[in-house]
């Protein structure tokens, strides 16, 4: 593969996920510590609008905004939708995009730990994610699966990947998930200039994924008004295996209501605050040890 020489790290995608905002502050306040010989590193503060009134976003959610169909329509004015085609236009256009590869930091209330969320499975991500997840076991990688188009920012790249963390409230900051998060991404910046310097570190030869199987809705009534909450034999068990028969939510009189799928699935982003409004309570993910050279 030909050298990476511009890396963009994205914060505030989402305004109220400080760990990213303060992380790109800081790079801007030490420029130093995100530079390489070898690659250009710039950072970009995704939604400060957003960020100034300590909410998700404004109008829409910007890390739905970046559809080719979308960023060429303008009849799409929403705050948010001319947010998205300015940031294609200085990372973009999407498809020749003028970085090679997009970190875009992002924040979570649901126990994700340091996970790593992969829509494009070109060899070099999967290299990459291989590698960090070798040097720290704790390190999890979520694959969702390819669409014809994907609408998140890093979609804008095919190199581009999002790093979530959590547990962490929305508008708080977590010193220990941020000191973490700005390890992981110094280790990801060493690896692309060893990458340039032909000097690629060596690795496993096979990787743990969780794959997107489907999501799961909160059980609603005819209102849609929410009826049961996490159950608490669930509540933080992201990533642990879930078998049918499992207790998943809790009614408001006390009732369990069980996992009924056929086989163990392994859930991620339960309970997570921001999945609310997008009927979400938590997506189900399977468990696969892939070998590399098969991908």
């Known amino acids: ?17 400080f760990t990213g905002i303060y992380l790109i502050k800081k790079f801007d306040q030490f420029p130093d510590l995100i530079q390489r010989p070898s690659l250009d590193t710039l950072t970009l503060f995704g939604n400060p609008k957003a960020f100034e009134e300590n909410r998700r976003y404004i109008d829409n959610d910007l890390n739905r905004c970046f559809l080719s169909q979308d960023l ?4 799409l004015s929403s705050y948010e939708h001319i947010r998205a085609k300015a940031i294609d ?9 003028q970085v090679d590869m997009i970190l875009d930091l992002h924040s979570t209330t649901a126990n994700m730990g340091l996970s790593l969320l992969l829509r494009s499975q070109h ?21 969702i699966p390819p669409r014809k188009e994907s609408a998140p920012l890093s979609s804008l790249c095919e190199l581009g990947f ?13 010193a220990d998930l941020f000191q973490k998060t700005e390890k992981l991404i110094y280790t990801i910046l060493d690896y692309v200039e060893a990458h340039n ?7 496993n030869s096979t990787l743990t994924l969780y794959q997107y199987v489907e999501s799961l809705d909160y059980p609603r009534n005819d209102k849609g008004e929410i009826q049961a909450m996490i159950h608490p034999d669930l ?11 499992d207790a998943i939510f809790l009614t408001f009189d006390g009732r369990n209501i069980t996992y009924e799928g056929e086989s163990t699935v392994y859930p991620v982003f339960i309970n997570e605050a921001a999945y609310y409004e997008k009927g979400i309570a938590m997506h189900l993910t399977k468990k696969q040890q892939v070998l590399l050279r098969d991908w």
């Open 162 to 174: 999002v790093i979530e963390v959590g547990p962490v409230a929305q508008g708080v900051l977590n």
């Open 1 to 17: 593969m030909n050298q990476i020489k511009r890396v963009a790290i994205v914060g505030g995608t989402h305004g109220n996920e």
């Open 72 to 75: 060429l329509n303008p009849t």
């Open 123 to 143: 060899p070099f991500n999967l290299q990459l994610v291989a590698y960090l997840s070798s040097i720290n076991p704790l390190i999890k990688v979520y694959l």
């Open 197 to 203: 310097q032909q000097a690629t570190p060596q690795t």
């Open 235 to 245: 509540q933080f068990r992201d990533y642990e295996p879930l078998n049918p028969g």
């Open 89 to 97: 236009q200085i990372l973009g256009p999407k498809g020749t995009s």
